[in-house]
């Protein structure tokens, strides 16, 4: 049985709920037409009018099945006399309807219903009283059971319709629990139609609303019969459908421009205006057209054309400009994809997408891997003076650039957004140029944006804000200032950006405008912000007073739609802020959009009633990329009006005012920080693990503003996936294919704690003490194997000092250089590679090198080679994981045969063996750490680091970052910890974006099921009962550590906190985050940027960073660098000698390097 109508309630109502009557009659002669019309259909009148409240019910509750409370007259005979008794004869029945078919006319519904009433009432000895006491001990209590609608009707009760009685001077009913009494009777041949009703429930005018169009339907069926073949109504008050009309009336002459050509007119017209501000890089609008002409040119030249799609994978920079305005001039559709996508997405997107042609930067051309069909272009080698720097060869082509706007249309692809999608794969949504372009001239128009704005672009190219931060300001002249890759989440670059290019205009999604409210902290900022756009999630309803007090004159608006909608649908401009609202209104429509809540039934929901947001108008995508299943499921066709819609997910509902409100979504798709993210491609991937049985992936949190992603698993198993260290050592060195070796874990501890490495005499033999050398502990702890790094990237500077202890020396008179490790004639036939993982070591580019001992150089030899953990055996796949880099120690036979023969690989393994002390000792000097690894298969790699035959890799570590903490205790011989949870973590690193990948991981023994079967998620636990993994907590041990960990308590709410723990994993967002940075920043006085807090997120580490703070910069690196820094523009420099007390190391660096 369904339950009670979901009629729109006021939020905060009064206590006091008296009942108010509403209502009105039929004449006779409408009441006999309705007789009429009742008997036609084979109906009783009271089932007739029962229908049409059921409509007006539909039309104003939530769902189109719900339960109405009848009140029957129900005399039973007991007695002869019972008809002249004296009493209170009516009992109750509950009337479920279900008005949710499509096609089903209302003659039909009405013929149901009457059905439904007839079957109900052969059961009425079973009172509805009886009903809801069974309802309350299954759905849990009374209040899950209430039925407060109630239809009561009086037809044919009293003779000569009851005119004996007299006339009603004053009526009411209030029966208690009952919220809406619908009553009917007849009298003096007329129909009465009353309501009495607790009118203070509901939102104002909304019971006016009701009754008015309850009245006007019954008298509509009197009068036009041709009603009820008809299988929707029209049943909004005639007010409220001419406010829609007026509010979706949107049409504008459309534009028949393109997204570059807005951008070339510009160009021409004002060639030397500054277009783009970047990090050492100013482009004025002639600049950025020639490049954007090269890259189409050879765009064109290798086969670009309309409606196809080429890569642009990039970070953030100036190239991603040069990039999108060359794929349009090329006639060809842009799909932008984030380089740090784990690779298997990316390659995804690629294959899916049909890219053979891909725009990407030198640094990244070399470190991703690259399907083999992909033709790459780097687009910093177009411009000829970062050709020279960069020591590339310069593009130049002796062929005039064909353009190709003339063979363009507007209804051509200009871009492919991919958006996380429910079924595991992403879906690329398809924009044209019409839409784009008409959402970008409506908004330039509507907040009078000019030649004189820029724009700060944090967006990144694949979320489609940043279409707007690129078209729309190069549409008017405007200039784009881009912020540096390391600070796209920083504020305090925001700030220094704003102040230092005059910022004018904010476009980001509410987050990130939050983040820099926070850093500023009430205090001023001296930037000439004159608009702020916030769109993609739910403004919280504080934050536009807190921006209005660093800018008081600021023009705050409101934007939302969707992706597959050509960035923006509505907007609303945010003045004054009620007290009463519980979000920001969405708004109204832009121009050449609509924007309609609409019910199961596809009919417009009345004011207050929430409904399915639909989008119309010319900013609809075209579809999904090569998914017509997908397109049609989203996209559809009005049954009545023969419109085309988007379906968006989103719930919403009409204010009086004509603005609707957002209300989120039912579904299983979330957002977070932003991110659409669809739940079901997370659930979709962790079931693709080997230990996961079921999973349900839910987003939790104490309010819309603060969600988390949490994973509710149920394992293969139900013990926790603890690593057992000796099972995955046997599985580490293949130990398992070896005979007579011991493989019982018991039985390799026992032979262990027995050290058979020591001799043992019987009988003793006499022994003489030795003097005991003074050698600290620390000479013990230091040296040995890291098997945890640090997820910070190790820097060019320590593994150049750390690679320092095998280069030789010169010493006067010596003809050899010295070494620091033995080597049979030194002859020294042990090589160094180095395999780097992508961002593994700052500054330097994924591959494989060779380590030349004499120049101290790396020397690279292939950046196509890719190791991943496959190459490893057990345990030491999860070391790799955390690591760096891997740096593996080779013999040449040819350097050392000739003069040892047989006897020389024993040499070598010798020699292999000092080389691995040496490197061991030295190691944790430069915080870092070394790994030891046996376990992996040397032979796939001889091609990866391209050996010969006479070559064979003898030994091998894995490395990166340590702490000092790690350099002051024990570390036992076992696994490095794993729970189910960190694997899980890395698993889906590699499949979907970080955004995607839960905070929490809970398991449980079974999933919560409803009554009928399916997955309870109301069940789940709540984010209040999520409990961390017990592991290794440590307590704060130091002054600094003692005081931060308090601060982190506060900060986030938290009793206790190890100095282990990572403030992400205890729940931690980026505004909290940086909530955190101004407490630190007023504790210690220290300099500190909030990227370090991103960079560090321990307590551990951060104590550790700031007790470094005071020290000297960290001295140059001896290592040979593979690229030279790029330059700093003298304009940048300028303002950071101005600003020395203020610059992070990174600027500090930059400006040294320059000078």
Not at 87 to 92: I, K, N, P, Y
Not at 375 to 390: F, Q
Not at 695 to 701: E, I, P, Y
Not at 1094 to 1102: E, K
Request: aromatic share 8%.
């Amino acid at each position: 049985m369904p339950p009670a109508p979901e009629l729109p309630l006021e939020p905060n109502p009064v206590q006091d709920h008296p009942f108010k009557r509403f209502q009105s009659t039929l004449d006779s002669e409408l009441w006999s037409r309705l007789t009429t019309q009742a008997s036609q259909l084979g109906i009783t009148t009271t089932a007739l009018l029962l229908t049409a409240f059921a409509e007006i019910l539909t039309r104003w509750s939530k769902r189109p099945q719900f339960t109405i409370n009848l009140t029957l007259f129900n005399r039973l005979p007991l007695a002869e006399q019972v008809s002249q008794i004296v009493g209170d004869f009516t009992t109750l029945t509950m009337l479920a309807v279900d008005n949710s078919k499509l096609t089903e006319t209302l003659a039909n519904r009405a013929k149901r219903i009457q059905q439904q009433l007839w079957q109900d009432l052969d059961h009425r000895y079973f009172s509805g009283v009886q009903v809801l006491r069974e309802l309350a001990k299954r759905r849990g209590g009374i209040g899950q059971t209430l039925m407060p609608v109630v239809f009561t009707s009086g037809l044919g009760v009293l003779e000569k319709g009851g005119s004996w009685l007299g006339h009603t001077v004053y009526g009411l009913s209030q029966t208690p629990q009952v919220w809406l009494d619908s009553q009917v009777e007849e009298r003096e041949s007329r129909l009465w139609l009353i309501w009495d009703v607790k009118e203070t429930l509901f939102p104002a005018a909304l019971i006016d609303a009701m009754f008015e169009s309850y009245v006007t339907l019954l008298k509509q069926l009197a009068v036009a019969e041709n009603w009820w073949q008809a299988t929707t109504l029209d049943l909004l008050p005639s007010a409220q459908s001419e406010q829609r009309l007026r509010v979706n009336n949107t049409q504008a002459p459309i534009a028949e421009d393109l997204l570059h050509t807005l951008f070339i007119k510009q160009a021409l017209a004002t060639p030397d205006q500054v277009a783009v501000l970047a990090p050492g890089r100013t482009l004025t609008y002639d600049e950025l057209y020639q490049a954007a002409r090269q890259v189409g040119q050879w765009l064109h030249l290798h086969g670009a054309k309309p409606n196809t799609l080429v890569a642009v994978v990039m970070i953030k920079g100036w190239e991603q400009v040069v990039a999108v305005l060359g794929v349009l001039m090329a006639g060809a559709a842009y799909l932008p994809i984030d380089p740090e996508l784990p690779t298997e997405r990316q390659h995804y997107l690629l294959k899916q997408g049909e890219v053979t042609l891909a725009l990407t930067q030198s640094h990244l051309d070399s470190q991703l891997v690259w399907p083999e069909q992909i033709k790459r272009l780097p687009v910093d080698t177009v411009d000829s003076g970062l050709a020279v720097l960069r020591g590339l060869p310069v593009l130049n082509s002796p062929l005039d650039f064909i353009t190709t706007d003339l063979i363009q249309s507007p209804a051509n692809l200009a871009y492919v957004i991919y958006t996380s999608g429910s079924t595991g794969l992403p879906k690329g949504v398809m924009i044209d140029h019409r839409g784009a372009v008409n959402t970008i001239l409506e908004i330039n128009r509507r907040f009078q944006v000019t030649a004189t704005d820029r724009v700060l672009a944090l967006s990144t190219l694949n979320f489609d804000l940043s279409v707007y931060d690129i078209f729309g300001l190069l549409a008017v002249g405007g200039a784009i200032v881009i912020p540096s890759p390391s600070g796209r989440r920083d504020p305090s670059h925001w700030a220094e950006l704003m102040v230092k290019h005059g910022v004018t205009l904010w476009d980001t999604v509410p987050a990130l405008m939050h983040l820099l409210v926070e850093y500023q902290n009430h205090r001023g900022l001296n930037a000439p912000l004159r608009l702020v756009m916030m769109s993609g999630d739910w403004i919280p309803l504080d934050l536009p007073d807190r921006i209005r007090l660093l800018w008081p004159d600021i023009q705050l608006f409101s934007l939302g739609g969707a992706t597959e909608a050509s960035i923006w649908s509505i907007y609303y401009p945010i003045a004054q802020v009620e007290p009463t609202w519980s979000s920001i209104p969405y708004g109204q429509p832009l121009t050449n959009q609509t924007f309609q809540v609409l019910n199961e039934r596809y009919e417009p929901c009345p004011v207050w009633v929430p409904g399915q947001l639909y989008i119309g108008g010319i900013g609809l995508a075209l579809g999904y990329w090569r998914d017509e299943a997908k397109t049609q499921e989203s996209f559809i066709t009005h049954p009545h009006t023969g419109e085309r819609l988007y379906q968006t997910g989103d719930l919403g509902r009409y204010w009086p005012d004509g603005n609707i409100e957002f209300l989120g979504r039912e579904d299983f798709q979330v957002k977070i920080r932003g991110h659409r993210i669809e739940l079901g491609e997370i659930e979709a991937q962790l079931l693709k693990h080997s230990q996961i049985k079921e999973v349900v992936v839910s987003a939790v949190g104490e309010s819309r503003y603060d969600q988390q992603l949490v994973a509710y698993i149920v394992p293969t198993t139900h013990s926790e996936n603890q690593t057992d260290y000796h099972a995955n050592d046997q599985a580490a060195y293949g130990l398992q294919k070896m005979h007579g070796v011991i493989t019982d874990p018991m039985e390799r501890i026992a032979f262990q704690l027995n050290q058979p490495g020591l001799r043992h005499f019987e009988p003793p033999l006499p022994s003489v003490a030795l003097p005991q050398a003074e050698i600290a502990d620390t000479a013990y702890l230091e040296r040995q194997s890291y098997r945890e790094f640090l997820v910070e990237p190790t820097t060019l500077t320590q593994l150049g000092q750390l690679l320092s202890c095998l280069s030789p020396r010169s010493f006067p008179g010596a003809v050899l250089p010295k070494y620091r490790y033995g080597s049979a004639g030194s002859l020294y036939p042990i090589q160094t590679y180095l395999y780097v993982k992508p961002n593994g070591i700052t500054d330097l580019a994924a591959g494989v090198y060779y380590y030349h001992p004499l120049e101290h150089r790396l020397i690279l030899l292939a950046t196509e080679a890719r190791l991943d953990r496959h190459h490893y055996d057990g345990t030491n796949q999860t070391i790799f994981d955390q690591s760096a880099f891997g740096l593996f120690l080779v013999a040449e036979s040819k350097a050392i045969e000739p003069m040892y023969g047989q006897t020389a690989r024993d040499f070598c393994l010798l020699e292999a063996g000092y080389m691995s002390q040496l490197l061991m000792m030295e190691v944790p000097n430069y915080d870092l750490g070394l790994c030891p690894i046996g376990g992996m298969e040397f032979a796939p790699l001889h091609a990866e680091l391209g050996l010969s035959d006479s070559q064979e890799m003898v030994h091998s570590f894995l490395g990166g970052r340590i702490s000092a903490a790690q350099k002051q205790k024990l570390v036992q011989a076992t696994a490095p910890s794993q729970t189910l949870e960190e694997e899980l973590k890395r698993y889906l690193a590699q499949k979907v974006p970080s955004y995607m990948v839960p905070n929490h991981y809970l398991k449980l023994t079974e999933m919560p099921l409803t009554a009928n079967g399916k997955i309870d998620r109301q069940a789940l636990p709540r984010s209040d009962s999520l409990n961390r993994p017990l592991v290794a907590r440590v307590a704060p041990q130091t002054d600094l550590e003692i005081r931060l960990a308090k601060l982190v308590q506060r900060v986030l709410g938290l009793d206790s906190v190890s100095v282990t723990d990572n403030f992400f994993d205890l729940g931690a967002s980026s505004l909290e985050l940086v909530q955190l940075y101004n407490e630190v920043k007023a504790e210690f006085q220290r300099k500190l940027a909030i990227a370090d807090l991103f960079r560090l997120p321990t307590v551990q580490a951060l104590a550790e960073f700031l007790s470094q703070r005071p020290e000297s910069p960290e001295t140059v690196s001896p290592v040979i660098t593979l690229e030279p820094t790029t330059e700093i523009d003298p304009e940048r420099a300028g303002y950071l000698q101005s600003n020395l007390d203020n610059l992070s190391d990174d600027e500090l660096d930059s400006l040294l390097t320059l000078l």
